[in-house]
Nanobody, 114 residues
């Protein structure tokens, strides 16, 4: 399964971005989809994920600011990021997983700076 992210870029503090991740699979709906991020010198961390049943988990640092959603008809997961902060700067990775399998996208850079 290939995952292709888009939507990263440079944004000022307080701004918004929407990331998209398209998956090349006919059975997208069965997977848990997630967004992770990795800042320079730090470990990769979970930002948010959404299960096949729509159960959502957010990292404490993004609750109230980020929203994850999925469109099973388009095989796509989204991450709407509002009120961005400099500490949100990182490479954001899309993740697809089910029992026995996991796939990663190539990552998209988000830079929050004035």
């Amino acid at each position: 399964v290939q995952l292709v992210e888009s939507g990263g870029g440079l944004v000022q503090p307080g701004g918004s971005l929407r990331l998209s991740c398209a998956a090349s699979t006919r059975i997208f709906s069965i997977y848990t989809m997630g967004w992770y991020r990795q800042a320079p010198g730090k470990e990769r961390e979970l930002v948010a994920d959404i299960t096949r049943g729509g159960i959502i988990t957010y990292a404490d640092s993004v609750k109230g600011r980020f929203t994850i959603s999925r469109d099973n008809a388009k095989n796509t997961v989204y991450l709407q990021m509002n009120s961005l902060r400099p500490e949100d700067t990182a490479v954001y990775f899309c993740n697809l997983r089910a029992i026995g399998t996991t796939n990663w996208g190539q990552g998209t850079l988000v830079t929050v700076s004035s």
